[in-house]
C-alpha cells in the first residue's frame, strides 16, 4: 500500500494497482463510465451503493402498466394495488360500515315526522268527508255541499277575490319596483331592505292598521268629523272592497321581492341603448324591462293567488261580515254548525284548488330561475 498524493498536499493510502480519480478522470465515489452520484450500469440518479436494477421496457400505447401503484411500486400477482399503506388481496371488499349509513335511514324520520304532524290528519279529513257519521254513501256529503247555495257562492267570492288581489298586486309590484330600482331617491336602499321585513308581518297586522286608518272610529273618520261635524263616509272595510284592499296591501311585497331581483340582474347597457336612439321611458319599459320581468311577474302572481286563495285572517279580522270564502265557510260549517262532514269536503276542495295552483306556481318559478 502506497500513499497517494492529494490536492490539498496530504497523501492518503491506496492499494498497488488501483487507479485514482486523477487517472480515469471519474468523479470521487463513482466507477468508471458511471454517472456521477450512480453505480455501474445503474439508471441515472440512482444512488451509489444502490441496486442496480435492469430498465423496465415501456409500455405499449393504450395499455396500463399491470400490476403497478400509483406510486410505482410494484404487487405480486395474487394481490391488488391500492392507494394507501400496503396492498389487498384480490376480491376483497370494503367492510359495510366504511360506506356509511343507506340514505333511506336519513330520510327515514323526517319523514315519519312528517306522516305524524300533516298527513295523518289529513288523512282523517278525506276519510270524515267519505264516511259522515250520520250514515249515508261515501260521495253523498259531495252532493250535498255542491248542491248548496252557500257552497257555489263562497267558491265565487274567494275566486274573484283571489284573482282581483292578484291583478291588484302585479300592477302595484311591477310600478313600486320600477321606482325602487331605476328612479334614484335617498333611502331607496332602505325601502327595499323594509320590504324583505315586511314579508314576515303576519296578515292580520295589516288588516288591524287598516282599521285605524279607515275603521269606523278610525283616523279618517275622526278627522272628517272633527272638520265638518258629521259622522265619516268610510265604512268600505266591512264590504269586499275592504277585503280586497288589506290583501293587495298585505301580498303586494310577495310581487316586489322576486321583481327587484330580476331588476338587479338587467343589463343597464340596453337601457342605456335604447335610451341614446330616443326611446322614450314608456317604450323602454314595454320594450326592454317588461319582457325580462314576465317570469319574476309570473312566479310573484301565482304565488299571491294561492295565498289569497286560502287567506282567513284577512277577511276575519276586517269584520266583513257579507264575505264569506272558503276558509270561512270551513269555520263555519266546523265550529258554529257542527256539520264535520260537510267542512271536511268543503277543506278537500279548498285543498285540492291550492295544490293544483302551487304546483302551476312550481312549474312557473322552475322557468322563471326564482
Not at 327595499?192 to 275603521?215: C, N, Q
Not at 256539520?339 to 276542495?349: E, I, Q
Request: net charge positive; charged share 15%.
Amino acid at each position: 500500500m502506497t500513499d497517494a498524493p492529494r490536492l490539498d498536499g496530504r497523501r492518503t493510502a491506496r492499494l498497488p494497482g488501483s487507479r485514482t480519480p486523477e487517472h480515469t478522470g471519474a468523479t470521487p465515489g463513482t466507477r468508471a463510465g458511471a454517472t456521477p452520484g450512480t453505480r455501474a450500469g445503474a439508471t441515472p440518479g440512482t444512488p451509489a451503493g444502490a441496486p442496480a436494477t435492469a430498465p423496465e421496457a415501456p409500455a405499449p400505447a393504450g395499455r396500463r402498466p399491470s400490476n403497478a401503484t400509483a406510486a410505482g411500486r410494484r404487487t405480486a400477482p395474487g394481490q391488488r394495488a391500492t392507494f394507501g399503506h400496503g396492498t389487498a388481496p384480490s376480491g376483497s371488499r370494503t367492510p359495510r360500515g366504511a360506506r356509511g349509513v343507506p340514505g333511506w335511514l336519513w330520510s327515514a324520520p323526517p319523514v315519519a315526522v312528517l306522516a305524524l304532524v300533516f298527513l295523518y290528519p289529513l288523512a282523517l279529513v278525506v276519510q270524515q268527508s267519505l264516511t259522515p257519521e250520520n250514515g249515508g254513501g261515501a260521495f253523498d256529503a259531495y252532493a250535498s255541499v255542491f248542491r248548496s247555495r252557500a257552497f257555489r257562492e263562497a267558491l265565487g267570492t274567494t275566486v274573484w277575490l283571489a284573482a282581483g288581489a292578484t291583478a291588484g298586486c302585479l300592477v302595484l309590484g311591477f310600478a313600486l319596483a320600477l321606482i325602487i330600482a331605476f328612479v334614484p331617491f335617498p333611502g331607496a336602499r332602505g325601502v327595499a331592505k323594509f320590504i324583505d321585513v315586511f314579508l314576515s308581518f303576519p296578515s292580520f297586522l295589516i288588516t288591524l292598521a287598516l282599521l285605524f286608518i279607515y275603521g269606523t272610529v278610525g283616523m279618517a273618520n275622526g278627522l272628517w268629523t272633527d272638520v265638518s261635524g258629521t259622522a265619516g263616509p268610510f265604512h268600505f272595510l266591512a264590504t269586499p272592497w275592504g277585503v280586497l284592499l288589506a290583501e293587495i296591501t298585505y301580498f303586494t311585497p310577495f310581487v316586489m321581492r322576486p321583481l327587484l331581483a330580476a331588476f338587479s340582474q338587467l343589463d343597464t347597457a340596453q337601457l342605456e341603448v335604447a335610451s341614446s336612439l330616443g326611446a322614450k321611458p314608456a317604450r323602454i319599459v314595454r320594450r326592454v324591462i317588461l319582457p325580462e320581468a314576465l317570469p319574476a311577474l309570473a312566479a310573484g302572481g301565482s304565488l299571491v293567488l294561492v295565498m289569497c286563495l286560502n287567506e282567513f285572517g284577512i277577511v276575519l279580522f276586517t269584520g266583513a261580515k257579507d264575505v264569506t270564502t272558503l276558509p270561512m265557510l270551513i269555520y263555519g260549517k266546523a265550529i258554529l254548525e257542527s256539520d264535520y262532514a260537510s267542512a271536511c269536503v268543503v277543506a278537500v276542495v279548498n285543498i285540492a284548488i291550492s295544490v293544483g295552483l302551487f304546483g302551476l306556481y312550481r312549474v312557473v318559478s322552475k322557468r322563471a330561475g326564482a
